[in-house]
């Protein structure tokens, strides 16, 4: 069974962020949509609250905190809350911190994780994702080739944040014949390698306010020393599951967000003598909108319990990451629909959630727990 109660530690955790989010975060969701770019001085404060090294340990200059998937959901949606853009370049570090805090060996530890532990900010990413229509993680067509004491990457990755920040990236790419989630490595590329090329910034619908980048591996030779877990490897199957967790948590706190505007709003805005909040058919689209984000929540919470047992979680993931994925969109075009037309006008913020809500069906691994 599932506990879906929160321990105290935990609530403490959600009401620090969650008041965090909404008074420092949220306001500068539009000017960060608006210019493209995260303010220095918030991802400064972000970082300050340990989100990322809390759970590293002492020994690698981190807080020795206990790392949750259940902890990270929270952190996560409360985050998101405030702003998706601004959420995914605050934890972008994340993405090549964790897995190798998780899967790495000693040496790559001792080497890398420090990094993320001093007192100023410092990028991190990973790359995943590819410019294809049919893209799949389990049919990565970046390859990973031995040749001799060395591996040559080849492919394109797309959607990579932060990529041009970065001292080193970490690039998922196919080194075996195994099919499906087996066969793929992790491998530590740093920013100056040979064949590695950085294209210009991408242009997307959503998320304006963080930097993604294709970024392309042109013969890119590097040690076997940077491969992840060594000859043992990755467990690509985990690593997917546990971003699957965190993006899906991510659609959560977006769908909370327009819920929340359009409920107040609805209850405000008065038509023909009252609030059209007592109108049946806004009151039903908001009754659906909270339906969705429990659900969705739950579905993620269930997945994320049975990671932090250790269990196989990769069909809850997907299924999470898929439900929060179709509701995001769903009660971000309700909030639209609930403020009519001026929820087309940028003078409210429902319209940047619509746009941000479309990326849950687009992008897979762009973050993690």
């Known amino acids: 069974m599932v506990d879906f109660q929160l321990t105290e530690e935990q609530q403490m955790i959600r009401d620090t962020i969650g008041a965090f989010a909404k008074d420092e975060i949220r306001p500068a969701a539009r000017p960060a949509d608006e210019s493209c770019a995260a303010p220095d ?6 970082w300050e609250l340990g989100l990322v090294r809390g759970p590293i340990p002492e020994e690698y200059g981190g807080d020795g905190g206990e790392r949750s998937a259940v902890t990270g959901a929270v952190v996560a949606e409360e985050m ?20 190798l805090l998780e899967m790495g060996t000693e040496d790559q530890k001792k080497t890398h994780l420090s990094r993320f532990t001093g007192p100023k ?15 799949d993680l389990t049919e990565l067509a970046t390859t990973a080739t031995r040749d001799g004491n060395s591996f040559v990457i080849s492919g394109t990755k797309c959607c990579v944040p932060l990529a041009e920040e970065s001292d080193a990236i970490l690039v998922y790419a196919r080194s075996g014949g195994a099919g499906g989630f087996g066969g793929v490595d992790a491998f530590i590329v740093p920013r100056d390698c040979g064949g590695l090329k950085i294209g210009d910034r991408e242009k997307n619908m959503g998320l304006r306010g963080l930097a993604t980048y294709e970024v392309l591996f042109e013969k890119c030779k590097v040690g ?43 209850k405000e805005r008065r038509a023909f003598g009252v609030p059209i909040a007592t109108k049946q058919a806004v009151a039903f689209m908001l009754a659906d909108m ?7 929540r739950l579905l993620i919470w269930e997945a994320a319990s049975r990671l932090d047992k250790g269990g196989d979680a990769l069909r809850e993931s997907y299924l999470a990451k898929n439900y929060a994925a179709a509701s995001a969109l769903k009660v971000a075009d309700n909030a639209v629909q609930v403020l009519g ?23 897979d691994g762009i973050a993690t727990v």
Do not use: C
Not at 121 to 135: K, M, S, V
Not at 226 to 246: C, N, P, Q, T, Y
């Open 41 to 46: 001085e918030l991802i400064q404060k972000i």
């Open 80 to 99: 998101a809350y405030g702003d998706l853009s601004i959420a995914l370049h605050s934890l972008a570090p994340r993405l090549f911190a964790y897995p």
């Open 121 to 135: 900010f410092a990028a991190g990413t990973a790359a995943i994702i590819e410019p294809r229509w049919d893209f």
């Open 224 to 266: 076997s020393d940077a491969r992840v877990g060594a000859d043992k490897g990755i467990d690509f199957s985990r690593l997917m599951s546990e971003g699957r967790v965190a993006f899906a948590a991510m659609a959560v706190g977006v769908m909370r967000a327009a819920f929340d505007y359009a409920r107040d709003y609805a």
């Open 290 to 296: 909270a339906i969705e984000i429990d659900a969705a």
């Open 341 to 363: 037309g001026h929820g087309y006008i940028r003078e409210h913020p429902v319209e940047m959630w619509l746009r941000n809500a479309r990326a849950f069906a687009s992008l």
